[in-house]
Structure formats: C-alpha cells, structure tokens
C-alpha cells in the first residue's frame, strides 16, 4: 500500500491500514487540506518508507507544540506530517492513499469548529478541542 503526491514524485510506503485514522477539523487543518476538515491515518515513523523529496512547513498549536506538515515541492500535494508532542509517529494523508476501502475514522477531534453540515458516526470518538 503506498500514499502518493498528485505527480507521484513524493509518496510514502504504508504496511496497510491502520487503526489510527483521525478526522481533524480544526481551523488549520481545514486551510491545510482546502476542506472541511483533515483526515490522517498514523504509524509508527519506523514502518513507513518515504520517497522523493518533501518540503516541510511547522506550525504552533494551541498547546504550544509544533505539528509539521510535509507536500511536495512540485505539485503540493500534503502527503504526510507529523506532531511534535508525538515525534516517532507519523500521519498519512487519507486521500493520498485514494483507496476508497481505506479505514474510517476511529476519532473526531476540533468538533467546535466543524462544518454544521459534516456528519460523523456516533461510534466515533468525539472531542470538542484536541483529544489532549
């Protein structure tokens, strides 16, 4: 399983899917992804492969880490990122994978924030902020 740029010239090798998928809908998730929200599967950095070169942009969250995202410089895809309170994890973008049997959400986090119309299952985790 691999999760790749627009022009596949960064991806990341995947060992399949994981249980860890998270549907973010803070406000700088939803400007990252030009959605309503983001959509990560996490892995431990140590089983994932990355190709190609990635361009790396880091930010402050409210908790006062960092969470770093990493898209490629050609076409500027977000292929990946990584928190920086969980530094030997990294997340996937969902979509990246474009397999449409790819896991749901195991949780939903930043729901204050989240588009009234976007519908989560209620056998989701939710939290209103981060899930702290």
Request: with cysteine.
């Amino acid at each position: 399983m691999k999760a790749e740029c627009q022009c596949s010239r960064l991806m990341v090798e995947l060992p399949g899917p994981t249980p860890a998928v998270v549907a973010c809908h803070c406000t700088a998730c939803q400007r990252r992804t030009g959605s309503p929200f983001g959509l990560l599967a996490y892995y431990p950095a140590d089983q994932l492969t990355i190709v190609g070169e990635a361009q790396g942009y880091e930010r402050p969250t409210d908790e006062g880490n960092t969470f770093e995202t990493f898209f490629c410089p050609t076409c500027g895809s977000t292929v990946y990122a990584r928190a920086g309170k969980h530094p030997t994890v990294i997340g996937v973008a969902v979509g990246t994978v474009a397999d449409p049997d790819f896991p749901p959400p195991v949780r939903s986090v930043w729901e204050q924030t989240m588009h009234r119309w976007v519908t989560v299952p209620a056998d989701v985790q939710h939290f209103p902020k981060g899930r702290g």
